[in-house]
């Protein structure tokens, strides 16, 4: 981004009534550029909400970052430079380089990384933490010639790379990539020296740029997608498998189809992080099966579900596989060779990521792997990220025996020795919920989202309740499946928030969740804040059906209305011990 498009940016009015969205943005320096960048930035990623940047004082970096926690913003930015850490090393100080410093200066530096570390601790208790390492380079304080890495330099990047390592593994702390801002902003382009001296301002306006994009990036991370369809032939590996047959295709070094090899290789990790992969192929259903058979595929067959090989147009594997999943199609990349092949599925899915693979371009390919990731990357796994597969594949082989059911889906609950766990904890605040509210789409009671602080303060309200579930029945477990979440009045309950998984689809568990809370609270009445969205018709049907009309905002269900028409339910309801 180029300074006058964020100016442009920041120009347009924002919404008035909407609440603004703060970030507090800590650093020694004067913000200036870096400050206007990160608003357009956050601006762009929230249309429909005010943006508030809040920045301490000027050169009071420790300061600052003691003013986090009662600052009570939605995430505080934090960017760390080596002059921050100890004067001497940044261009506006005259303190001494002498060789017999520098001992003092690495020990300064330790104890610094510790203050460091124990006030981040604190302060993410309170909001999301996005934390920038320093990215200028050192001033030539060592004695060292500047092409060897002395003991100086050593020393204090170890003492930094090993304070990083601390802040990944804490709980609301993000910090910046400094692999990808090496590859989005040359190390050697990114000190203004003549700004820092004049002005305080450190950074070039690229680098500020690149900088404010990766944070804004952190601060609002857009959700991942589930999952990716891909071709086979020239795809997954190299050659046409009904004119070669199953020995006569490669992915390896030998054969010259390595990237083939690269690319099934990060779809088996993305396979076992959660994200789905099916497979759509013109080919012989015979002939694929032969090749799936061979012991040497990186990417197993049992990760790829479902499997569509067949002559029809490839737009209707699609669809088969998107039912399958249960999924739209815009949570869902399409990869193939064929442009031909990807224009015929984008016009029959429009809302589809659809993406060539580049087999004869190696440095392509090696750009789509990291496209990929980046496309299905998220911040942790969870349980539900390791059984999301096996429960679909589940849910298709179920299939087979409700049918000797006769249909009767009653009949096959009670059959299914189906177990519900609850759970009415607020703390540890459980990140399952978070994650199944800000991508749920079908059955979702509002579209509303929240940011991490947003919803830790929500749940910090005494009126405020949460319930979470967990589903297994004897086809194995399904994980957390829902949130509700909502407001205790006298006689009655606000509901707030109520996702639910679409793989706990037709197994009475919205019914249950209902009875639960009207036995938790004793309420008479259930208000929903609801409000239609383009995707939550699996809700408002459901909603439909227990008031007896089209839902409304404000619609509500007394508990004599509820218990009149409420369904048999047949799970074994079991309360977590935290609860």
């Not at 986090?68 to 090393?89: H, K, Q, T, Y």
């Not at 399952?432 to 303060?457: D, I, Y």
């Not at 929500?458 to 994980?479: H, N, Q, V």
């Not at 309420?523 to 227990?546: C, M, R, V, W, Y």
Request: glycine residues 6%.
């Amino acid at each position: 981004m180029k300074l006058l498009e964020a100016l442009e940016i920041l120009k347009k009015e924002q919404p008035e009534k909407s609440a603004p969205f703060r970030a507090f943005l800590v650093c020694g320096f004067t913000p200036l550029h870096l400050q206007t960048f990160l608003d357009a930035h956050l601006r762009l990623a929230l249309p429909g909400r005010r943006t508030e940047i809040l920045s301490g004082l000027y050169g009071d970096f420790w300061g600052n970052l003691d003013r986090v926690a009662p600052a009570g913003a939605d995430a505080a930015i934090v960017v760390l430079e080596w002059s921050d850490l100890d004067p001497r090393l940044g261009l506006r100080s005259l303190g001494s380089w002498e060789p017999a410093t520098l001992p003092e200066i690495l020990n300064g530096l330790r104890v610094k990384t510790i203050r460091f570390l124990e006030t981040a601790a604190k302060a993410s208790q309170q909001t999301v933490l996005i934390i920038s390492l320093p990215t200028l380079p050192l001033p030539p304080v060592s004695y060292s010639p500047g092409w060897q890495a002395g003991n100086f330099e050593l020393d204090g990047r170890a003492l930094l790379s090993s304070m990083a390592a601390e802040l990944g593994r804490m709980n609301n702390v993000k910090v910046v990539s400094s692999t990808r801002l090496d590859t989005l902003s040359a190390p050697a382009n990114r000190l203004d020296a003549k700004s820092e001296i004049a002005s305080g301002f450190p950074y070039k306006l690229a680098h500020a740029s690149v900088m404010a994009e990766l944070m804004s990036l952190l601060v609002l991370p857009a959700s991942p997608k589930k999952g990716l369809i891909t071709d086979l032939d020239d795809t997954l590996w190299n050659g046409i498998l009904g004119e070669v047959g199953a020995e006569g295709i490669y992915w390896d070094l030998e054969h010259n189809s390595q990237v083939h090899g690269l690319y099934q290789r990060l779809l088996r990790s993305l396979s076992e992080s959660g994200t789905l992969i099916a497979a759509a192929s013109k080919n012989d259903p015979r002939v694929v099966d032969e090749a799936f058979a061979r012991k040497d595929l990186i990417l197993p067959r049992n990760s790829i579900f479902p499997l569509e090989a067949h002559w029809g147009p490839k737009s209707e594997s699609v669809s088969r596989i998107l039912k399958a999943w249960n999924f739209g199609a815009d949570a869902v990349v399409f990869v193939d060779d064929s442009p031909m092949e990807l224009a015929e599925v984008q016009a029959a899915h429009p809302d589809i990521e659809c993406i060539l693979f580049p087999g004869d371009n190696p440095q392509a390919a090696v750009d789509l792997l990291y496209q990929l990731r980046d496309r299905f990357g998220k911040s942790a796994l969870s349980e539900e990220d390791a059984i999301r597969r096996e429960s679909l594949r589940r849910n298709r082989e179920n299939a087979a025996e409700f049918s000797s059911h006769n249909g009767n889906l009653s009949d096959f609950l009670s059959h299914a020795e189906a177990e519900l766990t609850i759970n009415f904890a607020k703390e540890p605040l459980d990140p399952r919920a978070l994650e199944l509210m800000n991508k749920t789409n079908q059955f979702n009671l509002n579209g509303k989202r929240f940011t991490q602080t947003e919803w830790q303060a929500y749940m910090k309200r005494p009126d405020t309740f949460l319930l979470t579930a967990s589903y297994r029945d004897k086809y194995g477990p399904l994980g957390k499946i829902a949130v509700l979440a909502g407001q205790r009045r006298e006689g009655k309950i606000l509901l707030d928030v109520w996702v639910m998984s679409c793989r706990a689809f037709s197994r009475q568990v919205e019914h249950r969740c209902i009875e639960e809370i009207f036995g938790r609270f004793g309420a008479g009445e259930i208000e929903f804040d609801f409000q239609a969205t383009s995707k939550n018709g699996p809700l408002q049907e459901f909603l439909g059906k227990i008031l007896g009309a089209a839902p409304s905002p404000h619609s509500k269900l007394s508990r004599e209305n509820f218990e009149a028409t409420r369904q048999e339910t047949f799970h074994r309801v079991l309360e977590a011990t935290n609860g």
